[in-house]
């Protein structure tokens, strides 16, 4: 099962402009990371956000963490074609023997048109 | 430093066959996870080794195994090839050093598995 889950599933916009993308998950986090994925290649770790954080900016970057509702929020801010990739949130579940593998969301499939 | 190295980057197979994927960690990492891609399941974790022990596993069946060997290196078997495993099998390293692993995942570009 999805941990996270991101929102929109798709987003279209024009270069230079800002682009938000959310993150919901279920249970207590440790931290929660973001990575990015260009078609068909493999993810690349963006920014890493602890549950004792609630903002954090990397470049262009700039993630949220509000633990009370369980959310997160990625801002890339003046977008470039090169931004053009699937973005995924992702979070580890802690049960009663410790941590599971890293979980993610479906992912947003960002798309910034020239 | 190199990246995560996984081999081979594309394979066809057909049903009923067996596979064996291969994953070079970065030079120190020793924590390797595994995961499994696809259009309709999107990133699923298979499982995650640390000093040559399974440390987690997710939730597939007992045709998907792995190991690690002293060097990090690791590898990931699927049995009896179905279908639906036709996927993007991508690797991570880490540096995990003990304990729980919280840290970010450096992913190779990983292994796409066409099964006919």
């Known amino acids: 099962s999805q941990q996270g889950e991101e929102d929109p599933q798709a987003l279209s916009i024009q270069e230079g402009e800002n682009a938000t993308m959310n993150c919901s998950y279920k249970?207590?986090?440790?931290?929660l990371q973001w990575y990015r994925q260009n078609s068909g290649r493999g993810l690349v770790h963006l920014i890493l956000i602890r549950s004792n954080e609630r903002e954090k900016h990397s470049g262009r970057l700039r993630v949220t963490l509000d633990t009370s509702k369980k959310s997160s929020s990625l801002l890339i801010t003046a977008s470039r074609a090169a931004d053009t990739a699937s973005y995924f949130c992702?979070?580890?579940?802690?049960?009663?023997?410790?941590?599971?593998?890293?979980?993610f969301g479906k992912g947003t499939h960002l798309i910034i048109q020239p | 430093k190199a990246g995560v190295t996984q081999t081979p980057r594309y394979l066809i197979k057909t049903r009923g066959q067996q596979v064996t994927l291969s994953c070079s960690p970065i030079?120190?990492?020793?924590?390797v996870s595994w995961y499994q891609q696809t259009p309709g399941q999107g990133l699923q974790f298979l499982f995650e080794y640390f000093s040559e022990t399974q440390r987690n596993k997710g939730n597939f069946p007992g045709r998907f195994s792995g190991r690690q060997f002293s060097n990090s290196r690791s590898e990931m078997n699927v049995s009896t090839l179905e279908l639906g495993d036709s996927a993007l099998y991508l690797c991570?390293?880490?540096?995990?050093?003990?304990?729980?692993?919280?840290?970010?995942?450096?992913f190779g570009e990983g292994s796409r598995l066409t099964v006919l």
């Open positions: 249970t207590s986090i440790n931290n």
């Open positions: 992702a979070s580890r579940v802690y049960s009663g023997g410790g941590a599971d593998g890293l979980t």
């Open positions: 991570a390293s880490s540096l995990r050093t003990s304990g729980t692993n919280t840290g970010e995942l450096f």
């Open positions: 030079s120190g990492h020793r924590s």
